[in-house]
Nanobody, 122 residues
Framework: QVQLVASGGGLVQPGGSLRLSCAASISIFNINTMGWYRQAPGKERELVAAITTGGSVNYADSVEGRFTISRDSAKNTVYLQMDSLKPEDTAVYFC????????????????WGQGTMVTVSS
């Protein structure tokens, strides 16, 4: 089982920045894809950004150019740097790990962190 601990949420003003962290209990190179999702009130959970073991990244159109996903393998941690924040970025952000390398090979397991609240307001 993979444990994910998300942190870094908080209250920021429009135009401000915030960096979210997701610490995994295993090497992130044993996780096929790590990503950040968010869910705003009344909306479905949506993918914000994702990064694979090979370093490929993917962003939602609404955040591309403002958000950056990155990783620190030594810390088993993935980050989401959020710049130029807008009120519409307000949501609970969830860390996700999908596809785990086990002693029996890759398995399609899916794990979620606890979520961290991001509020963008003046």
């Amino acid at each position: 089982q993979v444990q994910l601990v998300a942190s870094g949420g908080g209250l920021v003003q429009p135009g401000g920045s915030l960096r979210l962290s997701c610490a995994a209990s295993i090497s992130i190179f044993n996780i096929n894809t790590m990503g950040w999702y968010r869910q705003a009130p009344g909306k479905e959970r949506e993918l914000v950004a994702a990064i694979t073991t090979g370093g490929s990244v993917n962003y939602a159109d609404s955040v591309e150019g403002r958000f950056t996903i990155s990783r620190d393998s030594a810390k088993n941690t993935v980050y989401l740097q959020m710049d130029s924040l807008k009120p519409e970025d307000t949501a609970v952000y969830f860390c996700n790990a999908r596809g785990i390398l086990t002693t029996s090979g890759w398995r399609p397991h899916n794990y979620w962190g606890q979520g961290t609240m991001v509020t963008v307001s003046s």
